[in-house]
T-cell receptor, first 114, second 114 residues
Framework: AQTVTQSQPEMSVQEAETVTLSCTYD???????LFWYKQPPSRQMILVIR??????QNATENRFSVNFQKAAKSFSLKISDSQLGDTAMYFCAFSMYNNNDMRFGAGTRLTVKP | GAVVSQHPSWVICKSGTSVKIECRSLDFQATTMFWYRQFPKQSLMLMATSNEGSKATYEQGVEKDKFLINHASLTLSTLTVTSAHPEDSSFYICSANSPDNEQFFGPGTRLTVL
């Protein structure tokens, strides 16, 4: 069974600074997807970024980028130029290549301070 | 992106009654939908995979007779919590797979059982 581990329950960062959220996972599969989701107080899940395991290049979406280390089974999220609107719960998630049911980590509560 | 709706957004019911939650993909057809449960300050836990026209696949530990799932059309899946008890109080989130295999989440339904 696949497991996803987020070891940072809470983090804070000053506005405009950079913060990195960590995520590790465990799987014996070679093809899979990894995701970072943001859940603001509204509780609507918002996709931040997605990485396909067979792609070596790290995914990037504007201020959000990942450091995908397949051998180490690590998938960290870097948020640059943090904004107050980035304050939310962040979940790392895993899904199989041919089966989209997602396994989520425990989440990291990020607070961006003015 | 594609839109997934849930109805109701919140519901309060008495212990022993049944509650139905609807999940609709508004602008795409979804052969597969997923139901998650999220307790306060916790992560999303996959309950079941709902496949259009066939029986749902339940995760280990989820009672299929307790949580009835019906996916009668390509745009609608329903979750019925039967004989609800206070411990069933939770936030229920659905997601739907689009034809190009993207997964979109509904806004969630807060269930409170008195």
């Amino acid at each position: 069974a696949q497991t996803v581990t987020q070891s940072q329950p809470e983090m804070s960062v000053q506005e405009a600074e950079t913060v990195t959220l960590s995520c590790t996972y465990d799987t014996s599969e070679s093809n899979y997807y990894l995701f970072w989701y943001k859940q603001p107080p509204s509780r609507q899940m918002i996709l931040v970024i997605r990485q396909e395991a067979y792609k070596q290049q790290n995914a990037t979406e504007n201020r959000f980028s990942v450091n995908f280390q397949k051998a180490a089974k690590s998938f960290s999220l870097k948020i640059s130029d943090s904004q107050l609107g980035d304050t939310a719960m962040y979940f790392c998630a895993f899904s199989m290549y041919n089966n989209n049911d997602m396994r989520f980590g425990a989440g990291t509560r990020l607070t961006v301070k003015p | 992106g594609a839109v997934v709706s849930q109805h109701p957004s919140w519901v309060i019911c008495k212990s022993g009654t049944s509650v139905k939650i609807e999940c609709r993909s508004l602008d795409f057809q979804a052969t597969t939908m997923f139901w998650y449960r999220q307790f306060p300050k916790q992560s999303l836990m996959l309950m079941a995979t709902s496949n259009e026209g066939s029986k749902a696949t339940y995760e280990q530990g989820v009672e299929k007779d307790k949580f009835l799932i019906n996916h009668a059309s390509l745009t609608l899946s329903t979750l019925t919590v039967t004989s609800a008890h206070p411990e069933d109080s939770s936030f229920y989130i659905c997601s739907a797979n689009s034809p190009d295999n993207e997964q979109f989440f509904g806004p969630g339904t807060r269930l409170t059982v008195l």
